[in-house]
RNA sequence: AGAGAGUUGGGUGAGUGGCUGAAACCAACAGUUUGCUAAACUGUCGUACGGGUCAAACUGUACCGGGGGUUCGAAUCCCCCACUCUCUGCCA
């Protein structure tokens, strides 16, 4: 969430900001921020002025008491009455404010970067690159859904069978292709100097608020209502989380995580002809990076993470393109988000594949995850994450791009990893 | 899952109603001493939110797993929850 004394200090830059993500009543909103946050502080100054009085009293009470002056004690004791009567109603007074105003930030998103352009939807984001000649293929190619079946290789009437739709059962070299990306994403994660982690794959609420899947998004996510956790809809969540409430020294930043996880989504309601396939799952593996870094440093990191998504993409040999996301398309936290799409030849569509982000201090403040600078105090770092990547739209680009009428040929770099290099 | 024991500051660990935001030791940091290292000595050494200040100094409140309660006053007593450990059961 936001912090109130950034808006304080910078109200003009936050507000146009959020107006880039066509929130109209943006000057609205940030005026009943400072207005309950002024309202927290000036209940906090009076309850904190009564409960120094009281202590007063309290100790008083006690050196009497041992002085054996207990009829003294007992007369300035009733006088405390009244105080614990208004410390009750501020304290009240307090927490109702609190709560407003966290529920008020918990509803504003991410003030978007500068150099995010403003926009309504995916047709406004910006396109910063584009790599790699979108092949032309032969007379009689299939779109992958076809393919996957004349191959054999992953079924979903069979996923169908034992869960339900879009839970892909994945069969012979279907299966080892999605071992031999996870296992070269992973490899290619440690030689960039990320640290490999298994986080848990269901969070407790707690983590859910942390990254900001909730409050808003909780339909999104599977939820374990006998235990109250929740399936994860990304490795961001757990891995972030490892840091929540965490003081880090500045000499361990930044911080560099991967981990693969599946990754679960309940999609309601977003289904329909586009995303056939293997184009939108209920269940789908991902590698994920995840950084946290000095505020200092967030945007180099971010094109660092960027630049590095890029060269997997180009190692895949698919060709890609890297769009800056407008307000209106950006996620809920996020302050600079950056797509990268690859070409599905077949379908003769990009599809995203990777979204890398800063959140600055979005999430860090929720999670309280700070680090102690030279000055000896503590500052919110910032995090990052990104996908390195998504499996099921790089199987699905494969898949359609590289097919011949003779089989599907497998990327040169994936050859070790799969002991075959055809389909 | 059942029974029992626990959860205190970066770590170990005192502390059963007021003098405890919390002993002591260790670690860390700064300094003194020292030819260097080591040792010794001195000092500093939690977080958050307020007030105050240009910034500090200074100052108020809260926090001893989380939440609630009793009390003039709670780390300390009571209740609920989470987690950890031991034993029993079950299990990959």
Redesign the pocket.
């Known amino acids: 969430m936001l912090l109130?004394?950034q808006i304080r200090e910078n109200y003009a830059g936050m507000l146009a900001g959020l107006q880039k993500r066509n929130i109209h009543n943006a000057a609205n909103l940030l005026l009943q921020v400072i207005t309950l946050?002024d309202q927290?502080?000036?209940t906090?100054?009076q309850?904190?002025?009564l409960?120094?009085e009281?202590?007063?009293?309290?100790?008083q009470?006690?050196?009497l008491?041992?002085e054996g002056k207990a009829t003294e004690?007992i007369a300035i004791?009733e006088r405390?009455?009244e105080i614990?009567e208004q410390i009750k109603t501020l304290e009240e007074q307090y927490?109702k404010v609190e709560e407003e105003l966290k529920t008020l930030l918990y509803t504003i998103p991410n003030v978007p970067h500068t150099s995010v352009p403003a926009g309504k939807s995916a047709e406004d984001n910006e396109v910063v690159l584009e790599n790699g000649a979108t092949p032309s293929l032969f007379e009689g190619k299939l779109p992958h859904w076809e393919l996957i079946k004349k191959y054999d290789i992953i079924d979903f009437d069979l996923g169908a069978k034992i869960s339900g739709a879009g839970f892909p059962v994945y069969k012979g070299k279907g299966a080892r292709l999605q071992r031999a990306l996870i296992n070269f994403f992973l490899d290619e994660a440690l030689a960039q100097g990320f640290t490999e982690v298994q986080p848990p794959i269901l969070v407790n609420e707690e983590s859910g608020y942390g990254t900001g899947q909730l409050p808003d998004k909780e339909g999104q996510m599977y939820h374990s209502t006998a235990d109250n956790l929740y399936l994860i809809p990304t490795a961001e969540v757990p891995i972030t989380n490892l840091y929540r409430d965490v003081?880090v020294s500045e000499a361990e930043l930044p911080i560099k995580n991967v981990g693969y996880t599946p990754c679960f989504r309940r999609e309601a309601g977003s289904w329909g002809a586009h995303v056939r396939g293997l184009n939108r799952l209920h269940q789908f593996d991902k590698v994920e990076i995840v950084q946290i870094t000095h505020p200092d440093k967030s945007y180099e990191a971010l094109e660092s993470m960027s630049a590095y998504v890029q060269g997997l993409l180009q190692k895949l040999e698919l060709p890609y393109r890297v769009l800056r996301l407008c307000g209106g398309d950006m996620g809920f936290t996020s302050a600079l988000t950056y797509d990268m799409e690859v070409y599905s030849a077949a379908q003769e569509r990009w599809l995203e594949v990777s979204s890398v982000s800063n959140f600055e201090t979005y999430q860090t403040n929720r999670l309280?995850l700070?680090f102690?600078g030279e000055d000896?105090?503590?500052h919110l770092a910032h995090s990052l994450n990104g996908s390195a990547l998504a499996l099921p739209r790089i199987v699905a680009s494969i898949l359609e791009n590289n097919q011949t009428p003779d089989g599907i040929l497998m990327p040169k770099v994936l050859h070790s990893y799969l002991g075959f290099d055809r389909i």
């Not at 009281?54 to 100790?59: F, G, L």
């Open positions: 109130v004394n946050d927290r502080k000036s906090q100054t309850r904190d002025q409960q120094a009281a202590n007063t009293i309290s100790k009470i006690g050196q008491m041992k004690a004791r405390t009455s614990k927490s003081i309280k700070r102690r000896k105090k503590t």
